[in-house]
């Protein structure tokens, strides 16, 4: 079955960098676009990046564009977010998607917490 680990998170002070890491199995990696979302118990789940199955065509939210970058290794299959110059308001549980089919799989989330 498809199945989606995250990690990568921790805490980091503001203006640090970090990168995650989504592995996938259980279905043809390079044949999916592929998301990373996040979350805090304030808001919404919100959409921060999506990269094409190939990775030629990537999109960001503008909260985070120019200081996120999205990426994949379809040899490896695993996703990867790299994040920099992070801010208070990036704290949140990140989560790595795929929609295959209609139906929408998601990881278990890995916690970013920035902070002085």
């Known amino acids: 079955q498809v199945q989606l680990v995250e990690s990568g998170g921790g805490w980091v002070q503001p203006g640090g960098s970090l990168r995650l890491s989504c592995t996938a199995s259980?279905?043809?990696?390079?044949?999916?676009?592929m998301k990373w979302y996040r979350q805090t118990p304030e808001k919404e789940r919100e959409l921060v990046a999506s990269?094409?199955?190939?990775?030629?065509?990537?999109t960001y939210a503008s909260s985070v564009k120019g200081r996120f970058t999205i990426s994949r290794d379809n040899y490896k299959d695993t996703l990867y977010l790299q994040m920099n110059n992070l801010k208070p308001e990036d704290t949140a549980v990140y989560f790595c998607?795929?929609?295959?089919?209609?139906?929408?799989?998601w990881g278990t989330g890995t916690l970013v917490t920035v902070s002085p």
């Open positions: 259980g279905y043809m990696f390079k044949s999916y676009a």
């Open positions: 990269i094409s199955n190939g990775g030629g065509n990537k």
């Open positions: 998607n795929v929609r295959r089919f209609n139906i929408e799989y």
